[in-house]
Each structure stands twice: as structure tokens, then as C-alpha cells.
């Protein structure tokens, strides 16, 4: 689907169709509690949908070089300037594919103990 063309949640639903099927991966719960819009991997958050941003779990070092690359900002989730160091967000404008950003996320949390 094309990123110009499509909502972010239609950009995240073409994610949670893609990775649902991984072992491991559970979906959203309907819900406003933080992380009710993400998927989870063995009961953790490694991608969610957050003000209309992608928001994955990396590597510290990951995620520097994606902020200093331009490709995203650390989620910063109460909007206070604590950001939290291995999270990202992806605005919906960026030309970065989000689904390899998610794939690479869940490889990273469900490796984790």
C-alpha cells in the first residue's frame, strides 16, 4: 500500500496482518491504556500505533542511529522531555517502511528474556 495514500491506521493494521501470525504475537486490546494499541510478543509491547506515529522497541544503539539519521524521534509517551531510550517514533510522513522498522522490533523483544 502506498504511504502517501493510506492512514496510519490502515498503514498499522497492514502490520498487525503481516505479524499476527508469528509465534508469539498477540494483537491490540480495544482500550486507552498505554500499550492497548500494540502488538505483543510473549506479553510484551514491541509496536504500537500512538497519535497517529508508529512507535517500535529497539536497541538504544538502533535507535540512535535512526534519530541521527533523521528517520525518527525517541517517544517521549507524556510529552514531558523523559524519552524513553529504546523506543521510537516514525511520523506517518517519513518515507521509512514501517513493517521491516516492526519486524525488526519483534525480532528484538522476543529474542529478549
Not at 510484551?44 to 524521534?73: C, H, N
Amino acid at each position: 500500500m502506498d504511504n502517501s495514500t493510506s492512514t496510519p491506521e490502515e498503514r498499522f493494521a497492514l502490520i498487525v496482518g503481516e505479524l499476527l501470525n508469528e509465534p508469539g504475537v498477540t494483537p491490540p486490546t480495544p482500550g486507552r491504556a498505554f500499550g492497548s494499541s500494540g502488538l505483543k510478543v510473549h506479553q510484551k509491547i514491541f509496536a504500537m500505533l500512538a497519535q497517529e506515529k508508529l512507535v517500535v522497541k529497539l536497541p538504544k544503539t538502533r535507535i540512535d542511529e535512526l534519530v541521527a539519521s533523521g528517520a525518527g524521534e525517541r517517544y517521549d509517551p507524556r510529552h514531558n522531555g523523559r524519552v524513553m531510550k529504546e523506543w521510537i517514533t516514525i511520523d506517518p510522513g517519513s518515507s521509512v517502511d514501517w513493517l521491516p522498522l516492526a519486524q525488526e522490533a519483534l525480532e528484538f523483544v522476543g529474542r529478549k528474556p
